[in-house]
């Protein structure tokens, strides 16, 4: 997840970009089944009450009797943070399927149970106030990762405000959003009839928010035969086709650098506000929402916005520490791997900007100029914690504080230090792999099998992709605290640091072999030069 730059000198200081999980559905044990055969989970019809600014649902599931126990996850992916989004429910009555209510206790904000109900269909009828409203923030729930009701849009991350049932979780799952008259619903699922959407599985709806508005619009593109889509509410008319001719950009960019699209359609969610303040990002599988203020659509950082959430459907979505697989919604995850979600990620975004056309590669030196002295800026921000130990006291942010020292260290910090460990890599390897490689051997051996790698693994993987002894770069840089030297590194691709603040300026007279380092650096590992 990402926060676009405030404007001001401190424009970048909530840079909050994330992973969300791509989870692969398990087979499903023997269980309860729709008319056609199938097994079946939820069923939700959320209904967008905007007088009451409420949203009333009634969810509905197969019970085989005894015990039944659901939930509302306490965390999302890409966010990190206990958020208990439970707490957003005002109340909650539990019915069987002839209407009768049953007795059900609410043990803590986000678990619900029924100590004995009946076989059967059970139906749970709540309401629930917005997480994300722009006047209001509860729990420090990011926008993006919450839901919000507003006059002329709103917006459902699932994951803020539909329970479920742990077994039930790789059943096929529906909703159905009733939305105020002439509203629309965009979602990146399949949509059976307007405003209702299918999903293969729980962890499939949970990671597929939907954007409403009676305003917005809708352009699509094929890139690889795969089909995208912009949906963006808040701009003037058309404004959404110029918009998907960037996405469409980075799409083709990261065709070329990753040899493949990984997901069978996307979707790019988009609101833009008045007066809204800054902006988010939160990316998922197959589609982000982001929302931000008007203005920032015609600024670069938006473009930066759109290719950071992007190119998450590889590295947080795909490729991804083997807790994200499967995560457990109900309790919190520490992991000390959000440096490879967030940072790679912040650092390979430009060089999907510069491959399409939106930036050049003086921008692409000018913005990591400028991420290296706001990390060093931030410094008493981040504290002497390493990398690894920030990313796994997420689950702890109590203030405000902690989100800062969290994003300085990720993004701008982030940024910085992988953009060193990729000079590092090359020049270990000769100029034969980087960070780019990296990424494609993780999606060969890991994602593309269905698995994460381990907790403890992911140095060593650094390591053998560069077939170096990477042991102190990461004891100084990504487990401990120091921000790295870049000038000796630069000398690689025939540039140099200049001034306290570590401006990146191209020396005047590069070797010949410095030169090809540097068209290296920009050019796809299978059409690259190799020297």
């Not at 920030?390 to 300085?408: C, K, N, T």
């Not at 300026?505 to 070797?511: G, H, K, Q, Y």
Request: hydrophobic share 45%.
């Amino acid at each position: 997840m990402s926060s676009a730059p405030r404007s001001g000198r401190h424009g970048r200081l909530l840079r909050l970009l994330a992973c969300c999980a791509t989870l692969l559905p398990a087979a499903a044990a023997a269980a309860p089944s729709d008319p056609r055969g199938d097994p079946m989970g939820g069923r939700y019809v959320v209904v967008l009450d905007r007088a009451a600014t409420r949203w009333r649902v009634t969810a509905t599931f197969d019970h085989g009797g005894g015990p039944f126990e659901a939930w509302f996850q306490r965390w999302t992916p890409g966010a990190y943070h206990l958020a208990d989004y439970g707490a957003s429910v005002e109340s909650i009555v539990a019915r069987d399927a002839a209407g009768n209510e049953l007795a059900l206790e609410r043990d803590g904000p986000c678990r619900v149970v029924i100590a004995d109900a009946p076989a059967g269909r059970l139906a749970l009828d709540y309401v629930a106030t917005p997480c994300a409203q722009r006047d209001l923030n509860e729990r420090m729930i990011l926008s993006v990762e919450g839901n919000r009701i507003a006059a002329d849009y709103a917006y459902v991350s699932p994951n803020s405000l539909l329970c479920f049932v742990r077994d039930q979780i790789d059943w096929p799952c529906e909703v159905r959003y009733e939305l105020p008259p002439g509203w629309k619903a965009a979602c990146a699922l399949d949509e059976r009839a307007p405003g209702s959407f299918a999903a293969p599985s729980w962890w499939r709806l949970e990671d597929s928010p939907a954007l409403f508005s009676p305003t917005q619009e809708t352009a699509t593109f094929e890139v690889a035969g795969i089909p995208h889509a912009v949906t963006l509410h808040g701009a003037a008319p058309g404004r959404v086709d110029e918009i998907a001719q960037r996405c469409r950009r980075l799409a083709e960019a990261a065709v070329a650098w990753m040899q493949r699209l990984p997901y069978p359609r996307y979707h790019y969610l988009l609101a833009a506000t008045p007066g809204e303040f800054g902006g988010a990002g939160l990316e998922h599988a197959d589609s982000t929402l982001i929302v931000t203020g008007d203005v920032m659509l015609g600024m670069p950082e938006y473009d930066h916005l759109l290719a950071h959430e992007y190119f998450h459907a590889w590295c947080a979505e795909r490729i991804k520490v083997d807790a994200l697989v499967r995560p457990d919604f109900t309790a919190p995850l520490r992991t000390g791997t959000i440096w490879a979600n967030e940072g790679i990620t912040e650092y390979f975004c430009r060089h999907l900007l510069v491959s399409a056309g939106l930036q050049t590669r003086a921008q692409f030196f000018a913005g990591l100029s400028q991420q290296g002295r706001e990390a060093r800026m931030l410094r008493p921000q981040i504290g002497e914690e390493g990398w690894t130990a920030i990313a796994r006291a997420a689950p702890d942010w109590d203030e405000i504080g902690d989100l800062m020292q969290f994003s300085a260290r990720h993004y701008p910090a982030g940024s910085f230090t992988v953009f060193a460990l990729d000079l590092e890599m090359r020049a270990a390897s000769g100029g034969e792999r980087g960070i780019a490689d990296l990424l494609r051997f993780l999606m060969a051996a890991f994602a593309d099998r269905g698995r994460g790698y381990a907790e403890d693994e992911l140095a060593q993987l650094v390591a053998g992709v560069a077939q170096a002894d990477l042991d102190e770069f990461f004891a100084r840089h990504i487990d401990g605290s120091e921000l790295p030297a870049i000038k000796e590194r630069l000398a690689l691709i025939g540039f140099t640091a200049r001034g306290g603040m570590q401006e990146m300026v191209p020396l005047p007279e590069p070797t010949a072999e410095q030169a090809a380092a540097l068209e290296d650096l920009f050019t796809p590992p299978p059409t690259r030069s190799r020297r």
